[in-house]
């Protein structure tokens, strides 16, 4: 009986290796891929943090090579960097000049590294069974509803499962998590022990080198910054540049604390107000998608995150219309933020969710 073929994604992490290495431990045939998305260009010189689009790529990639070597399994770079300008910088822009944030995390693991990669690697004759990575996720199978299940990892401070939730079922089918049923310091002990050579390289932090900026060098705009009465209190510089719940970089000086509480693209302008004026408890979203339900047609209790870093809150999601969900919060959220993913739990499993539109 001949293995089971496996492709892993790696980025030259320990994660990503550390994965690939479980793999071939647990007896599958291993190739290592690795995916190309810096087009070289000019970007910001803003701090020097090492991210996924930027020249540290190339150093990543050496780092993802020796690991293969290391293991002794096959390595392809796969060139993705049309698709990831398409997909994940040219969104991006888009959203932040339309007044919202958006989580290019999710959206390039959707369409690029889950999406795109897995294709390119497919038609270029490559044959397989599943497409792993190095996520702090985990997957089951229900068969009872017959559908896969995306869950928490084990170690709930680098849980990812948020930055998956827009997976669709056939993606989830295919894919493995070999770290999920383990912590980080798990993770960095069977990188030490596996002798990998990377279990000291430092975590990616940002998805863009030195910041974003340099995607609205051709767009930058001044306006005004309003308050809720729509006084003029001072200037902004380009819309994109400022985030729902920013305080600091303002550049005015009030009485009290001042927030951003609005993005108005249609103005240019920026509203700013209190902490209190941030609270919010409901909004709507769209782009939804469901993993553990097959169709959502009922309301439905759970917890929601409305970002990565957020604390869970009791929701109940009603149906709006046949795209839209109308999101309740038993108590007031803080800066809801237009673009950005809420997810929805039920314990430790992702029911799904969607693109926060507003907040109301």
């Not at 792993?132 to 990812?160: C, F, I, M, P």
Request: glycine share 10%; aromatic share 10%; net charge positive.
């Amino acid at each position: 009986m001949s293995k089971e073929k496996v492709i892993v994604g790696m980025s030259g992490g320990v994660d990503s290796s550390v994965a690939a290495a479980l793999l071939k431990e647990e007896g599958y045939e291993v190739i290592g891929v690795t995916m190309k998305i810096w087009d070289g260009g000019i970007i910001s010189k803003e701090g020097a943090h090492h991210a996924c689009y930027g020249p540290g790529e190339e150093e990543d990639i050496k780092d993802a090579q020796k690991v293969a070597e290391i293991l002794g399994i096959p390595f392809h770079i796969v060139d993705l960097k049309q698709e990831y300008k398409t997909d994940v910088l040219d969104y991006s822009s888009h959203e932040y000049l339309s007044g919202r944030t958006p989580n290019p995390c999710i959206r390039c693991n959707q369409r690029v590294k889950f999406g795109a990669m897995v294709k390119k690697i497919y038609d270029s004759g490559i044959e397989f069974d599943y497409f792993a990575t190095g996520h702090y996720s985990r997957l089951e199978y229900d068969k009872v509803q017959h559908r896969y299940l995306l869950k928490k990892g084990k170690d709930l401070k680098k849980d990812q499962s948020y930055f998956l939730y827009s997976l669709s079922q056939g993606q989830l089918g295919h894919t493995l998590f070999p770290i999920g049923d383990y912590t980080k310091e798990e993770v960095k002990k069977i990188a030490r022990d596996s002798e990998l050579g990377i279990n000291d390289k430092p975590e990616s932090q940002d998805f863009i080198t030195g910041g974003y900026s340099f995607l609205f060098n051709k767009v930058k705009r001044s306006g005004p910054i309003l308050n809720k009465q729509g006084k003029v209190l001072g200037r902004h510089k380009g819309i994109p540049f400022y985030t729902i719940g920013q305080r600091k970089g303002l550049g005015i000086s009030n009485g009290e604390r001042l927030y951003v509480t609005a993005i108005d693209p249609e103005r240019n302008a920026i509203v700013v107000g209190t902490k209190e004026d941030l609270l919010g408890d409901k909004l709507i979203a769209s782009n939804l998608n469901w993993i553990a339900i097959k169709k959502f047609e009922k309301s439905i209790k759970v917890k929601a995150k409305i970002r990565y870093r957020h604390k869970e809150a009791e929701v109940e999601v009603i149906p709006w219309d046949k795209e839209k969900i109308y999101v309740k919060f038993r108590e007031p959220q803080m800066a809801i933020t237009p673009g950005q993913a809420i997810v929805f739990y039920d314990g430790d499993i992702v029911v799904g969710g969607g693109v926060i539109e507003k907040w109301i």
